[in-house]
């Protein structure tokens, strides 16, 4: 499964609806990472074919979006984002976590294997 883009409306109605919530809500049915990247971004071009694999390796575990800062500035605006790339994990049942810089593959599948799926559906 590739990674998803993810819009401003599409953030509301899948992830969290910041318009509506004051306290941090997961809507999604699985562990989440959202990639905010720009496509002049060097850095985040060297992330986005790991991310790729890991989408395919994880599919049925963790959904991972993309969200191009150029187009959705009000996200950007949301959390805050002042350098790409920067991933936020969001775990099922608690805060999600903001990594700003280019993360090598292993480091993004050891978060996803220690902090975002469970041990016991955890993939080899």
């Known amino acids: 499964m ?11 109605e899948e992830v969290f609806d910041y318009t509506k919530e004051k306290d941090w809500k997961f809507k999604g049915d699985k562990p989440a990472i959202i990639d905010f990247y720009a496509d002049w971004c060097g850095p985040c071009q060297m992330v986005a074919p790991a991310l790729e694999e890991l989408s395919d390796t994880y ?13 959705e500035q009000e996200l950007s605006a949301v959390f805050r984002i002042r350098s790409i790339p920067s991933i ?3 775990p099922m049942d608690k805060q ?3 990594q700003a810089g280019a993360l090598p593959k292993s480091a993004l599948e050891n978060v996803i294997k220690t902090e975002l799926i469970p041990s016991e559906v955890k993939s080899n």
Not at 5 to 10: E, Q, S, V
Not at 59 to 71: A, F, G
């Open 2 to 12: 590739p990674t998803v883009k993810l819009t401003a409306d599409r953030f509301k």
């Open 88 to 90: 936020l994990f969001i």
């Open 96 to 98: 999600p976590m903001m």
């Open 59 to 71: 599919k049925d575990e963790v959904t991972i979006y993309k969200v191009d800062t150029e187009v």
